[in-house]
């Protein structure tokens, strides 16, 4: 639903994005040498490339789902880094301010089953006393999970017409990365703490977070995104400035209206908790968090930390006719995350 903004109407605004080739047909996303594939760099509303990765060690693979209900906020991920697979699950009682974390590094990804199209086909991680079994098809995908303590067994239909956003970003031909930030999907089901199963469904959305790519050594990111009825958010920065791609957009009612431009990204790094600000020529968010997540990796090789801040947004984004779209109230999270790997 594309509402009006609060106050004296304003101008539209310009909101061509030429300089980003739409992608509309299936494309692997590397030549057969395992160098980028040119055709493969742009953007595109369902998944249509095929991760066709070659070589090993710098390949990153990972699917990241991200569920908030008006009781929990829930993380799930599965991912094969070449020489270690990192699995981890995140609760969060909203109400409790409560975190239960499950985490596993297995060397070599042993076990792990990361398909090379976006929705479709199972990914599945073990490690330690966690597991993670997700099936994927035309129709949506089942999450399930279990650690100690914790059972989850969620269903995400996949909407007709539903668009998310696939994105290349290319650092160089040796050096790029793949990304689906599907958002906005409804989902219901239950998950259970300590024998209380909580039901998932109205007020509830999913997001996916789906990587591959060949990355460089050191990488820092900004993430957002948040969904409400009928509305969804997704901005980043930082590792996509000065590539020419961006992974921002706004969906309005499953429709997806692509955000061209890199933006600016303001936080306070000594108190994560105050107001984010992510602003642009299409964009104007203020992100109020009500919880901070930190993870933490430190294993020589592979090191990172990762601020995650769940909250609600206030603002807009404009569409793609220089409607804007009204973001108050919607839930989900910012991130800023600096890794080694």
């Known amino acids: 639903m594309t509402r009006p903004p609060a106050g004296p109407a304003s101008p539209p605004v310009a909101c061509g994005d030429e300089h980003e080739r739409e992608i509309t047909e299936p494309v692997d996303l ?4 395992g160098r980028l594939n040119p055709d493969a760099v742009g953007w595109s509303r369902r998944p249509l490339h095929r991760a066709n990765l070659r070589g090993w060690g710098r390949a990153k693979r990972w699917e990241h789902w991200g569920v908030v209900t008006p009781t929990h906020i829930l993380g ?3 991912s094969s880094l070449d020489y270690a697979g990192v699995q981890s699950l995140y609760l969060l009682d909203r ?3 409560r975190e239960t974390t499950a985490e596993a590094v297995v060397p070599f990804a042993r076990g792990t089953v990361l ?3 976006s929705g479709d086909g199972p990914v599945r991680a073990r490690g330690g ?3 993670i079994a997700v099936d994927q098809g035309p129709d949506g995908s089942t999450l399930r999970a279990s650690a100690p303590g914790v059972e989850v067994d969620l269903t995400v239909p ?3 017409g539903h668009e998310s956003l696939g994105v290349v970003v290319p650092w160089s031909t040796r050096r790029f990365q793949y990304t689906v930030k599907d958002i906005g999907r409804p989902v219901h089901g239950t998950i259970t703490v300590d024998g209380t199963a909580y039901p998932v469904g109205e007020g509830s959305y999913a997001a996916l977070d789906h990587g591959r790519g060949k990355w460089r050594y050191a990488v820092r990111w900004n993430w957002a995104a948040g969904s409400g009825p009928g509305r969804s958010i997704q901005l980043g920065g930082k590792w996509t400035d000065g590539t020419g791609s961006t992974e921002n957009a706004v969906s309005v009612d499953g429709r997806l209206h692509k955000i061209g431009a890199d933006l600016t990204w303001e936080y306070d790094r000594a108190d ?7 602003t642009g020529d299409r964009v104007d968010v203020t992100f109020h968090p009500f919880h901070e997540r930190v993870a933490r990796t430190n294993l020589v090789v592979l090191a990172g930390e990762t601020h995650q801040c769940f909250g609600h947004f206030t603002g807009w984004a404009a569409t793609d006719d220089g409607g804007r779209v009204d973001l108050d109230g919607l839930v989900g999270w910012a991130e ?3 890794n080694r790997w």
């Open 115 to 117: 398909p090379p199209v």
């Open 129 to 131: 006393n966690l597991t």
């Open 30 to 33: 590397c030549r057969p040498d």
């Open 336 to 338: 800023e995350a600096r």
């Open 95 to 97: 109400s409790a301010g």
């Open 272 to 278: 994560w908790l105050r107001p984010w600000r992510i």
């Open 158 to 160: 996949l909407p007709p």
């Open 76 to 78: 799930l991920v599965a």
